[in-house]
């Protein structure tokens, strides 16, 4: 008679049993480093957003400024990106008239952003640099909860970001 005896069997599911542990725990813990990963790269993404409007002087659209804050006599300052909390951040147009919302972002509740140095860090309009001091930078960490992993943002005065 062939088959398998019940010890057999046994440490045969035992062993599947490991291999499914071990990886569903490389899995999440993978997971969760594409989530912080994913957000620096968002973070950096949405800076890149406010230097680009910048850089083009492009003042908010009218469905984007009801209250007509960058329109006639008022001027576009720059564009900030402004920590609000630790799980908020904005895109702002700031315009002589005041200040206009051009993004908002809540952040995932497993990761949190850290206010930078220098808040809000607005780039200029034409190019013309970032509110930064000259040959400094600030930094923006973001921390995911439970694994205390951290990705740090930079930006420097001349508005690079990396």
């Known amino acids: ?13 035992t062993i599947i049993g490991l291999i499914f542990g071990f990886g569903y725990v490389s899995f999440r813990d993978f997971s969760r480093r594409q989530t912080l990963i994913g957000t620096a790269k968002a ?5 890149r957003l406010a230097q680009a409007l910048a850089a083009a002087g492009q003042k908010p659209t009218d469905a984007d400024d009801p209250l007509s804050l960058c329109k006639g006599v008022n001027t576009l300052d720059g564009y900030g990106f402004k920590v609000y909390s630790a799980i908020e951040y904005k895109i702002e147009a700031y315009c ?6 051009n993004k908002d972002v809540n952040l995932s509740p497993e990761i949190t952003i850290s206010t930078p140095s220098v808040n809000p860090i607005k780039f200029k309009i034409l190019g013309m640099g970032t509110n930064i001091a000259a040959g400094e930078t600030t930094t923006i960490t973001l921390t995911q909860a ?11 005065a001349g508005g690079e970001i990396k």
């Open 43 to 47: 973070v950096q993404g949405d800076l």
């Open 146 to 156: 439970g694994t205390n992993s951290q990705l740090v943002v930079t930006i420097g």
């Open 96 to 101: 002589t008239g005041g200040t206009i919302v």
């Open 1 to 13: 008679m062939k088959g398998y005896t019940l010890i057999e069997i046994l440490i045969g599911l």
